[in-house]
């Protein structure tokens, strides 16, 4: 479970978060949406514990993330936007290290850690240098890591940019899979397609506020008749039908 | 279509721009607090100074000899600001040149290859110089003052050390050029450049192995005439150095014939040298850039089994982890074995001066194994600032994984300070020990260096890890960027200030056990011994806990940069 209340995050007179209330349950995927600069990262990385909120507080699993960060984060499994991992050490020690950091006993990392790693491909990868991964192959290698210690809730920003076809889908399946295991999993995307066919429930962020939330279903009420696609709800309710003046500049 | 030097002066004016947007965007915390470390780095170039200006008065008052022994000593000074800023810019040109985050957008836009390599190699430039010219402005302040020289004096001297610095400059730049360029495979590349730095630190284990110092002591000449000669004589007469020398000297002096001639020298060799690296650019750049982008591939087993840490500090697994993932990220990376390669030679060059210093009785030697204690602490806060300060910025842009993960910052300081503290105790161990041995000092001052050079070592490891946190710089290219910050200056101030109060604490002390030793009956005051005791322990306790306090404080509330 992933509780969202009040949370807020100022940067000098930036408001890039506003008063964020939501709640994300087990086992239930949540789409957050919103243009660039919306706060979505922001949100992720008060989430996670990268970073202080202003106000406000944030649980995960019933763990307040200020004050109960590390039962907090035992439980949490994050992939970032972008996937930085020491480029020195080759893809098997960054998930024995991740294992070890998660507390994971060595018998059942010495077997999953291969197993890991054929599941997303890696296998000729996993004893070479992550210096040398492509950046999909550092995106499957954090995904792997989060499997490996099995989170409670997960946080994915971005998680499929990068990946080709293949490992788009199968990144899709494990989140259903994870979800279906009762993972509350919180996923910021720009690609509407996938926040349509995998998403629970969906958020709308724009200027550090939350402007709607709710199935797909439920958004249409808000900003779009019936049938309609997401990027149509999206484009009412952030204010992103002008694209057509903007292209005026072109 | 911008010619190149349109081009090139826009890229400049970009750093121009984003060092006013730095400095606009800064907080009031940021302001305070750089404007503090500006006070202190004033406060240390003073002092610096200070100790200059006494050193060359002094010379300055030797009869006859004491204007020929300031420019000896000028010159020898402007020589190692040469070899010091080349040997520099050889390790700062590799990663500024060819891994720098800007060369994928400056390469890939409308930039030609020497325009974007000039933009870059002059970035290598200030970088590998700066700190070392600000050391050496304190020394020419200290003697344009003793000698009643005006600003003229200055302005010529700053002004000549731009084509000096872009000379030094130039050579490590052009080797990493072709390097780069003879050896794309990133395997032999990495052998080269640890061979480079064995040859260098041959090269100065050499230099110093041939006793130089022989040459100015006058007892080791057999006539006053061949002292005076080799006074006069110039020192690497083809090095950059002595025309810099020559150039500040005849100015100073108004002959103004050698000066332009030495003057002009200076600068069409810079100018010639950049020519000439720009011609070389144009042939190697895009090869070696090409060539630095591929990395090796070096299978490794799949199957790991637990290292070395999780058998010694089983109850502490995160801790050995984080232990663990430290020495192989350390082991693996070139860079940091050209530079242990340096410190061996440092040690070795370090015991052999210590070895030939020209003592004959028992009760000095004694005295020069306390005052070691300053000498070694000076040697491991500079090694503290190259490799236990920046430490926590090593994390780099992988930070995320450990602040996401379920352990408190306090264990990955702790991990640091471990990681840095086991060889700077052997180093510590043995620079002290073995100069101990050397020299024979006596059972007193053998157990008190020892035992102080531990504490220091334990305080100077803490306060780099706690002078790390609290300004981290994880998104650097560069970690001599990160030695070079204000944080760096501020360790490396409050370091040696560390090491100057722990030797003067213990001054009393080894005072009254040289009292003894000259057989007076009361010489130990005990009620000194045990303040000076408490002080040392004081300001040691203070010199560790105070930045890791610090420094724990400002990474959990960091929130990048």
């Known amino acids: 479970m992933i509780e969202l209340c009040g949370l807020t995050k100022r940067f000098g007179d930036l408001l890039a978060v506003d008063s964020l209330t939501l709640r994300v349950r087990p086992g239930e995927i949540f789409g957050f949406l919103g243009p660039n600069g919306a706060g979505k990262t922001t949100t992720v990385r ?26 907090a984060k035992r439980v949490l499994g994050l992939v970032p936007d972008e996937p930085f991992v020491y480029p020195k050490l080759t893809g098997a020690e ?40 492509s950046h999909g192959m550092r995106q499957k290698l954090v995904l792997a890591g989060i499997l490996l210690h099995e989170p409670k809730a997960l946080l994915l920003d971005e998680p499929l940019v990068g990946l080709d076809p293949k490992s788009g889908k199968l990144a899709k399946e494990i989140l259903k899979r994870l979800a279906g295991r009762g993972c509350a999993i919180f996923m910021c995307t720009h690609v509407l397609e996938i926040a349509e066919r995998l998403c629970d429930r969906i958020g709308i962020q724009c200027e550090g506020r939350l402007l709607a939330q709710g199935s797909l279903e439920e958004l249409r009420g808000h900003g779009g008749s019936d049938g309609a696609p997401l990027e149509d709800i999206f484009l009412a309710l952030t204010g992103g039908q002008q694209y057509a003046e903007l292209l005026k500049h072109l | 279509m911008r010619s190149s030097l349109s081009t090139f002066s826009l890229l400049q004016r970009r750093r121009v721009r984003s060092g006013l947007n730095r400095i606009r965007t800064q907080t009031p915390w940021e302001w305070a607090r750089n404007g503090a470390f500006i006070l202190v780095g004033l406060w240390m170039l003073s002092g610096l100074h200070y100790g200059f200006w006494r050193l060359l008065s002094y010379l300055d008052g030797v009869e006859l000899i004491g204007g020929l022994l300031i420019w000896k000593l000028t010159a020898m000074t402007l020589l190692t600001t040469f070899s010091m800023v080349a040997l520099s810019s050889l390790i700062i040109a590799l990663t500024t040149l060819f891994y720098s985050s800007d060369l994928k957008f400056l390469l890939r836009s409308p930039v030609g290859i020497r325009t974007a390599f000039a933009d870059k190699a002059l970035e290598a430039v200030f970088f590998s110089s700066w700190m070392i010219v600000l050391v050496v402005l304190p020394y020419m302040t200290a003697l344009a003052q003793v000698k009643g020289w005006g600003p003229g004096f200055h302005a010529v001297f700053l002004l000549l050390m731009v084509p000096f610095m872009v000379l030094a400059c130039s050579l490590g730049i052009a080797f990493t050029l072709v390097l780069l360029y003879l050896f794309p495979s990133s395997r032999t590349r990495d052998v080269l450049w640890i061979l480079s730095s064995l040859s260098v630190a041959l090269l100065y284990m050499l230099l110093r192995f041939s006793e130089p110092e022989r040459l100015i002591r006058p007892d080791a000449l057999r006539l006053v005439a061949e002292y005076l000669e080799y006074l006069q004589a110039p020192t690497a007469p083809y090095a950059p150095s002595w025309w810099l020398t ?38 190697t750049y895009a090869k070696g850039y090409s060539g630095a982008q591929e990395s090796r591939r070096q299978r490794r087993p799949i199957d790991i089994p637990p290292g070395l840490e999780h058998r010694l500090a089983a109850g502490s697994p995160v801790l050995a982890s984080l232990y663990w993932k430290e020495r192989k990220t350390f082991f693996r990376d070139v860079k940091h074995w050209s530079q242990i390669v340096l410190v061996a030679a440092l040690c070795g060059v370090y015991l052999f001066s210590i070895h030939r210093l020209p003592l004959d009785t028992p009760d000095l030697k004694s005295l020069v194994c306390f005052i070691n ?43 640091k300070f471990l990681f840095s503290l086991v060889p700077m105790l052997l180093l510590a161990t043995l620079l002290i020990a073995a100069s101990n041995h050397l020299l024979r000092a006596d059972r007193f001052i053998s157990w008190l260096s020892i035992g102080t050079i531990w504490l220091l070592t334990w305080t100077l490891c803490g306060m780099g890890v706690g002078f790390g946190a609290v300004f981290p710089r994880f998104k650097v290219e560069n970690i001599h960027q990160v030695e070079s910050s204000a944080g760096g200056f501020a360790y490396m101030a409050c370091a040696l200030a560390l090491v100057a109060v ?51 404080r400002c990474l959990q509330r960091y929130e990048g940069e």
């Open chain 2, 502 to 552: 722990t030797v003067a604490a213990e001054a009393w002390p080894v005072k009254m056990h040289f009292q003894a030793r000259f057989g007076r009956a009361d010489a130990w005051d005990w009620d000194w011994v045990a303040a000076c005791a408490a002080s040392l322990v004081l300001v040691n306790a203070a010199g560790f806990i105070l930045p890791w306090m610090l420094g724990r």
């Open chain 2, 246 to 283: 020559q150039a500040v000297s005849s100015y100073a002096h108004g002959r103004w014939a050698l000066f332009w001639r030495e003057a002009g020298l200076l600068c069409l060799c810079a100018l010639g040298s950049c020519a000439a690296l720009l011609a070389l650019a144009g042939v």
């Open chain 1, 46 to 71: 008060m989430l996670s514990g990268l970073l202080q909120p202003s106000a406000g507080t944030a649980r995960i699993c019933g763990f307040d993330i200020v004050t109960q960060p590390l039962e």
């Open chain 2, 373 to 415: 204690i300053g000498i070694a602490g000076f040697v491991l806060s500079s090694l503290g600032l190259r490799f236990t300060f920046p430490s926590i910025s090593l994390e780099g842009r992988s930070f995320w994984v450990v602040r996401s993960a379920p352990l408190g910052l306090e264990t990955l300081m702790l991990e």
């Open chain 1, 94 to 133: 960054f998930l024995r290290f991740v294992g070890d950091l998660y507390g994971v006993p060595h018998p059942a990392q010495r077997r999953r850690i291969p197993e890991l790693l054929e599941m997303f491909e890696l296998s000729g990868w996993g004893g070479e240098l992550v210096d040398s991964y």
